[in-house]
Structures are given as C-alpha cells and as structure tokens.
C-alpha cells in the first residue's frame, strides 16, 4: 500500500479514499456502464483526472483483443450464411433496371393513381 504524506486524506482502515474511487471506477467501466455516467457518479469533472482513475492493465486488453476476434468471426460467419441466399447483380444488370425504373409512369400523388389511368373516384362509380 502506498504511503500518503497529506494528513487531508481521508483513510478507511488501510485503504484511501481515492483508492476506493479508483476501485469503483474500474469496477463501473468494467460492468459495462457508459464511462461518461462512470463520471458523474464518481465525481469527475474531466476527461483527463477519470482517466487516470480508469487504469488498464493486461487482463483489460486481452478481454478486448477476445472480444474484436469475436466480433469479427461473428460477422463473417453471418456472411457466409446470407451470401448464398442473396442474388450479387452486375453494372449491366443494374443499368437495365435503372432503365426500367424510369420508364414506369408517375404516380399522382393528389388522386393515388397512374397517369392515364382510372382514378379512385372512377373506380367507384363504376364507370
């Protein structure tokens, strides 16, 4: 345990008060609770000060190192499931339908119907 020189330390048994923040810190960060409600809870105003609470060690990069090797064999294993069931289409493809898409007629947005065609209220009269 480290020794402290100021007589203003408020000490809990053996151990400090800024030992036990330190704790809590970790303990939040570690527990998933955003680092930013980590802070307010804690009391730190800045970046920097909870920083330096927050302290990283081995286990903390290993865990993170297991997690993004995680992630990535999950995404391609979900890749490799839709790949086959997804049709890929070529540049000629996607120009033939762009041409088909312009030739369809516009649809009135006032009566909800076709160019040329019957409107709702035609469609009701029967006539």
Known sequence: ??????????NFGEKLF?????????????????????????G????????RYNIVNENDLRNASEKVTDFHNETRERLERVSGSYKMITT??????TDRLKRVQPIDLKNGAR?????PTDCSTGS
Do not use: C, W
């Not at 345990?1 to 408020?10: A, G, I, N, Q």
């Not at 160019?115 to 409107?119: A, D, K, L, N, V």
């Open 44 to 51: 730190h105003k800045t970046r920097a000060i909870f920083d």
């Open 92 to 97: 000629t493809q996607v120009a033939e339908l």
């Open 115 to 119: 160019e040329g065609s019957r409107t």
């Open 18 to 42: 800024h030992d036990l923040r330190r704790t809590a810190v970790r303990n939040m960060v570690r527990a998933g609770i955003p680092e930013r409600v980590a802070m307010k809870i804690s």
């Open 1 to 10: 345990m480290r020794e402290r020189k100021h007589s203003t330390m408020r």
